[in-house]
């Protein structure tokens, strides 16, 4: 069944279980996080939703958007004195967006449907372990190339295997078009050899250019038109 959603185009992708800080300065987005914050929007979810490539002005159409968004649960909220946000969010379900309404609220409203994973083929267990820690060794030969050693963490030894894609490329700084690819991804161990495949590219580069991007935390602020 279709739902109805606030949305907040971004040129960002959010992925599930990853954490999103934005700061909320432009009036409508500041009213959907007093919204959010109130109870006005009980669930405290919104839709974030990359905006594509060509886009330079006021989102008012569907085309305007990339199909497949994430939602994103508000965390934390700081009002600053003179009205602005800063709030955190964590990506959570993958959602398909089916249209959009500018009207109907001071805020984007977006009617989208859940996007839940594929089943799990059944597989040799050993086929899997091996892919889980091909794509942890990527992990950590990408975050070894990338940051300090105090600046990454591992996700958790116990990370269910169709999580784990998402929480290995968290703290990536992949491009929004592979980004944006893994949230499209419904299988899950096609998403983790994907993601492998992914941070052995990146690593390889950095490595050969001998070079690192800036640490993750200057990065937490996407770009957004509204």
């Given at each position: 069944?279709?739902?109805?959603?606030?949305?907040?185009?971004?040129?960002?992708?959010?992925?599930?279980?990853?954490n999103?800080?934005?700061?909320?300065f432009?009036?409508r987005?500041r009213?959907?996080?007093?919204d959010?914050v109130?109870?006005?929007?009980?669930e405290?979810?919104?839709?974030v939703?990359?905006?594509?490539?060509?886009?330079?002005?006021?989102?008012?159409?569907?085309?305007?958007?990339r199909?497949?968004?994430?939602?994103?649960?508000?965390?934390?909220a700081?009002?600053l004195?003179?009205?602005?946000f800063d709030i955190?969010?964590?990506?959570?379900?993958?959602?398909?967006?089916?249209?959009?309404?500018?009207?109907?609220?001071?805020?984007?409203?977006?009617?989208?449907?859940?996007?839940?994973?594929?089943e799990?083929?059944?597989?040799?267990?050993?086929?899997?372990s091996?892919l889980?820690?091909?794509?942890?060794a990527?992990?950590?030969?990408?975050?070894?190339?990338?940051w300090?050693?105090?600046?990454?963490?591992?996700?958790?030894?116990?990370?269910?295997?169709c999580?784990?894609?998402?929480?290995?490329?968290?703290?990536?700084l992949?491009?929004?078009?592979?980004r944006?690819?893994l949230?499209?991804?419904?299988?899950?161990?096609?998403?983790?050899?994907?993601?492998?495949?992914?941070l052995?590219?990146?690593?390889?580069?950095?490595?050969?250019?001998?070079?690192?991007?800036?640490?993750?935390?200057?990065?937490n602020?996407?770009?957004?038109?509204?």
């Amino acid at each position: 069944m279709a739902d109805s959603l606030p949305l907040f185009p971004l040129r960002a992708v959010l992925l599930p279980g990853a954490n999103l800080p934005l700061h909320i300065f432009e009036p409508r987005y500041r009213q959907l996080t007093v919204d959010l914050v109130t109870g006005a929007l009980p669930e405290r979810v919104f839709g974030v939703v990359s905006l594509r490539p060509s886009t330079d002005h006021e989102v008012t159409d569907i085309s305007q958007l990339r199909v497949i968004g994430c939602s994103a649960a508000l965390r934390q909220a700081k009002r600053l004195p003179d009205g602005r946000f800063d709030i955190i969010t964590t990506g959570d379900r993958r959602f398909r967006l089916l249209d959009i309404d500018a009207t109907a609220a001071p805020y984007l409203m977006g009617t989208v449907e859940w996007i839940p994973d594929a089943e799990q083929p059944t597989t040799a267990t050993d086929s899997v372990s091996m892919l889980v820690e091909s794509a942890r060794a990527a992990h950590r030969r990408y975050c070894n190339a990338a940051w300090r050693s105090d600046d990454w963490t591992e996700p958790d030894a116990d990370t269910e295997t169709c999580h784990l894609a998402h929480a290995l490329a968290a703290d990536c700084l992949l491009s929004l078009e592979d980004r944006q690819k893994l949230l499209e991804e419904t299988r899950p161990l096609h998403r983790l050899r994907m993601v492998g495949q992914l941070l052995n590219r990146e690593a390889g580069i950095l490595s050969a250019l001998h070079a690192v991007p800036a640490p993750p935390s200057e990065f937490n602020t996407p770009l957004c038109l509204n």
